[in-house]
């Protein structure tokens, strides 16, 4: 019992914890589901089941995300849904053929360190970007001023293990969207109970899912869903000892069972991690809570759809996702004492942030420029 204990924790800092990654998650489900016409008690079961499964198995807080760049095209390109479920399925295969040959084993050692820190910058850069000039914004001056309250809340409960922040900003959102946003009935008239619709993929279906969805989100799922990921879980809980062998399988597994199902693509993130541990998640329990909101909801709400993403604001849930962003650019802290490492994580995090396919651009760049300075080094040292 104490073992599963060290696991899987239900406390206040747990639950707080549990909506530290909803600033990331819940706009881009609530697109996609919208732009595509998918399933959203499909959608939101599955998704909910993947994050308690996650915690189980991590017994951290490992969360699952929606592929962002996957999830950016169905958006703007409206993909149809037989098309996303055949993305997921490709990169899902794909990567469990890096896992079981061994060949991201391989990408996770000569990549260095400081590159990998340059794509949780870039990573971090875009999170709050994505939150100051989208989300804080969209509700005019009643959105700026339920930010502020909201940003004050946060800052003067960061960290606080007995007052952890998250539960009372999202209660500071709900009241706000009760009284100005949400018709309570709505919201209830669509309860019911649904399951996830099964869904058969044709070969033409994950033929165009890899070409116009796995091949963009590919580059992004090996620098932040698991190189990043792996140096963020090993930054923040040691003790672990998760490899990237194991991140990438979960992967791997997660997006060839959702497809059947009508889910999303999903990934690990570091964002996501940095999000839960800043929030006071410690364990996998706020993954499993924050899991099980999406499969009440799935299950019981599912009709309800519309009026439930009303429950949470998007100035809200800006606010939030900030203070992501913050926690996962402060872990280049260690990056500092070294010139030649900091270049390099500032230039990576540029291109990542600024350039289309930034983050493979950045790896790429930054490894060989990492290796060049190395080389360099070690000539000029030959020669003192």
Known sequence: MN?????????????????????????LLVGMILAAGLDAPSVLIIFGAMQVLTGLAYGMPMPV????AMAVIVITQRIAPNVLYGGGLAI???????????????VARIVPKSVVRGVQFGLGMQLASLALRDYVTSDGWPGYALAAVAFALTLALLGNRKFPPAPFIILLGVAYALLFKLDGGAFTSGAGFSLPK???????????????????????????????????????????KVSVRKISLTYSLM????????????????????????FGGRTGGSVVIYGTMYLTLGLFFGGGFQAAVKLFPLPVLGVILLFEALALMK?????????????????VGLIAFGLPYGYV????????????????????????
């Not at 872990?331 to 230039?347: E, G, Q, Y």
């Open 65 to 68: 995300q929606p592929l962002k």
């Open 331 to 347: 872990l280049v802290r260690d990056m500092f004492s070294n010139t030649a490492d900091f270049f390099i994580v500032l230039l």
């Open 198 to 240: 099964f869904h058969i993929l044709s070969w033409s279906d994950i033929l165009q899912g890899c070409i116009l969805l796995a091949l963009p989100q590919l580059p992004l799922s090996l620098g932040n869903s698991i190189l990043a990921t792996q140096r963020v879980a090993t930054d923040l809980f040691p003790e672990k």
């Open 361 to 384: 651009l950045g790896v790429v760049i930054g490894t060989v420029i990492a290796y060049v300075m190395k080389d360099r080094l070690a000539s000029t040292d030959e020669h003192k």
């Open 92 to 106: 899902g295969a794909v990567m469990l053929l890096l896992t079981v040959t061994g060949l991201i084993g391989w």
């Open 3 to 27: 073992w599963l204990r060290e696991r899987i924790r239900f406390d206040r800092n747990e639950l707080s914890g549990a909506f530290g990654d909803i600033g990331t998650d819940f706009p």
């Open 255 to 278: 997006n060839i069972v959702s497809p059947f199902f009508s889910g999303v693509p999903t990934c690990h993130g570091s964002g996501g991690i940095a999000g839960h541990h800043a």
